[in-house]
């Protein structure tokens, strides 16, 4: 394996020195500025240029074959990642690169003995090694009776935060009931929490989608006539981030501001460790699992319309992964009662059609959305929803998964005489 990965950072290299040329200015053959400007000499320097083409070659190869975090980042910060290794080794190379013609590529007329010093900083590089930083996110909309953790993400309450905390960030001023967690800027509001969502992941782009991962497993959990209850209190936005000093990003909120707060207790702590298995899995099949619920999670939003696309993306992602006879779906959807028999349910599926494939850019405006109504007397959108949400709880985790019950079941019995 060792020896596979060196080949790979030697092949890497040699891909990113074609690219590389030095000169006092850029001719038009299609050059990239220089990464920067080094000083070699007072009132003397140069700059690197790197042909646009043979850089981008040098960028796909990485990304197909470098550490796996980089298939979740853009072409551009790739791009910006190699320019900055080449910074971070302009030492080393300050006595050899003079000597190359100028406007050569660097590839052939480098020492070799000084390609080989490149491609094993570039295999202990981040281009290689994943970096490991911890990610908070704050939840006001949960609570942990029972703390979960696993080697990729935990679910822990404010007060449990410090002990977790002291191996990526050492302070004396922790605030874990509020977010940030840590001083950052004194004009910065803080903002109350019941729950600690951290991840571990090398890059922020992974950790986000980490966390649309678990939060859309997480909002499987309510029942249905809550899932989409919300209120008006305010919930965090934003996320911290932890490697040896810690940084505040800007952003959404992690969750709705739903109603009710969701309890974390020890009868979770199954699924959630499949979860975390899913997580760390490269099968085929977790990673639709994995993708279906970053769709539920995109559909847990205010707006009805605007939940159908993503709840179809989850259906569609599991009827493409592991359940390619459809055999789940026809379980999950017997499991709803004899309500949604294949009709129904092929009627519905012909809404989620028409939303896909562009019979309409409002769901509203579908002939089919109409003809669901007049002909079961039942918000299509609704039994989307339900649908969704049994399937990807019986084919994701199966019997391990307990959806709660209704938070006021008790009082409706009573005064309704419905079961709710």
Not at 339 to 368: C, M, Q, W
């Given at each position: 394996?060792?020896?596979?990965?060196?080949?790979?950072?030697?092949?890497?290299?040699?891909?990113?020195?074609?690219?590389?040329?030095?000169?006092?200015?850029?001719?038009?053959?299609?050059?990239?500025?220089?990464?920067?400007?080094?000083v070699?000499?007072?009132?003397?320097?140069?700059?690197?240029?790197?042909?646009?083409?043979?850089?981008?070659?040098a960028?796909?190869?990485?990304?197909?074959h470098?550490?796996?975090?980089l298939?979740?980042?853009?072409?551009?910060d790739?791009?910006?990642?190699?320019?900055?290794?080449?910074?971070?080794?302009?030492?080393?190379?300050r006595?050899?690169?003079?000597?190359i013609?100028?406007?050569r590529?660097?590839?052939?007329?480098?020492?070799?003995?000084?390609?080989?010093?490149?491609?094993?900083?570039?295999?202990?590089?981040?281009?290689?090694?994943?970096?490991?930083?911890?990610?908070?996110?704050?939840?006001?909309?949960?609570?942990?009776?029972?703390?979960?953790?696993?080697?990729?993400?935990?679910?822990?309450?404010?007060?449990?935060?410090?002990?977790?905390?002291?191996?990526?960030?050492?302070?004396d001023?922790?605030?874990?009931?509020?977010?940030?967690?840590?001083?950052m800027?004194?004009?910065m509001?803080?903002?109350?929490?019941?729950?600690?969502?951290?991840?571990?992941a090398?890059?922020?782009?992974?950790?986000l989608?980490?966390?649309?991962?678990?939060?859309?497993?997480?909002?499987?959990?309510p029942?249905?006539l809550?899932r989409?209850?919300?209120?008006?209190?305010?919930?965090?936005?934003g996320?911290?981030?932890?490697?040896r000093r810690?940084?505040?990003?800007?952003?959404?909120?992690?969750?709705?501001?739903?109603s009710?707060?969701?309890?974390?207790?020890?009868?979770?702590?199954?699924?959630?460790?499949?979860?975390?298995?899913?997580?760390?899995?490269?099968?085929?099949?977790?990673r639709?699992?994995?993708?279906?619920?970053?769709?539920f999670?995109?559909?847990?939003?205010?707006?009805?319309?605007?939940?159908?696309?993503?709840?179809?993306?989850?259906?569609?992602?599991?009827?493409?992964?592991?359940?390619?006879s459809?055999?789940?779906?026809?379980?999950?959807?017997?499991?709803?009662?004899p309500?949604?028999?294949?009709?129904?349910?092929?009627?519905?599926?012909?809404?989620?059609?028409?939303?896909?494939?562009?019979?309409?850019?409002?769901?509203?405006?579908?002939?089919?959305?109409?003809?669901?109504?007049?002909?079961?007397?039942?918000?299509?959108?609704?039994?989307?929803?339900?649908?969704?949400?049994?399937?990807?709880?019986?084919?994701?985790?199966?019997?391990?998964?307990?959806?709660?019950?209704?938070?006021?079941?008790?009082?409706?019995?009573?005064?309704?005489?419905?079961?709710?």
């Amino acid at each position: 394996m060792t020896r596979t990965i060196a080949n790979k950072a030697r092949s890497a290299t040699e891909l990113l020195l074609k690219s590389m040329f030095w000169g006092s200015r850029a001719d038009d053959s299609g050059l990239t500025s220089a990464s920067a400007f080094h000083v070699v000499r007072p009132h003397i320097g140069a700059g690197f240029y790197y042909a646009a083409e043979a850089l981008l070659d040098a960028v796909l190869f990485i990304r197909r074959h470098a550490s796996s975090h980089l298939r979740s980042l853009p072409i551009e910060d790739l791009q910006s990642m190699l320019l900055a290794f080449i910074d971070e080794q302009f030492d080393g190379l300050r006595f050899a690169w003079w000597q190359i013609p100028e406007d050569r590529p660097f590839l052939g007329h480098l020492p070799a003995k000084e390609i080989e010093r490149l491609a094993a900083a570039m295999m202990e590089s981040p281009i290689f090694v994943a970096p490991r930083m911890l990610f908070l996110f704050p939840l006001a909309i949960a609570e942990t009776a029972a703390p979960f953790r696993s080697e990729s993400f935990f679910l822990l309450p404010p007060e449990e935060l410090g002990a977790e905390l002291t191996e990526w960030y050492e302070t004396d001023e922790l605030k874990p009931y509020h977010h940030p967690p840590v001083p950052m800027h004194s004009t910065m509001p803080l903002v109350k929490t019941s729950c600690w969502l951290g991840v571990r992941a090398p890059v922020s782009t992974t950790a986000l989608r980490m966390r649309n991962v678990i939060m859309g497993a997480l909002s499987l959990l309510p029942h249905p006539l809550e899932r989409y209850l919300f209120s008006m209190r305010t919930v965090p936005t934003g996320y911290s981030s932890f490697e040896r000093r810690a940084t505040y990003h800007s952003g959404d909120a992690s969750s709705p501001s739903l109603s009710e707060d969701l309890v974390i207790a020890n009868g979770d702590h199954g699924w959630l460790r499949t979860l975390a298995a899913k997580l760390g899995s490269n099968e085929t099949n977790d990673r639709k699992a994995l993708l279906a619920l970053q769709y539920f999670f995109r559909a847990w939003v205010k707006d009805p319309a605007a939940r159908v696309a993503p709840l179809c993306g989850a259906i569609e992602a599991l009827r493409k992964g592991q359940d390619k006879s459809g055999e789940q779906f026809i379980e999950a959807m017997a499991s709803l009662g004899p309500a949604f028999e294949k009709r129904r349910v092929t009627d519905l599926l012909e809404i989620r059609g028409a939303v896909i494939h562009g019979g309409a850019p409002n769901v509203y405006e579908v002939s089919a959305y109409q003809d669901y109504w007049a002909a079961y007397r039942c918000d299509p959108i609704r039994d989307l929803e339900l649908v969704a949400a049994r399937y990807l709880q019986r084919a994701i985790f199966g019997p391990a998964f307990a959806q709660r019950p209704h938070t006021y079941a008790d009082l409706i019995r009573q005064h309704t005489g419905a079961n709710v």
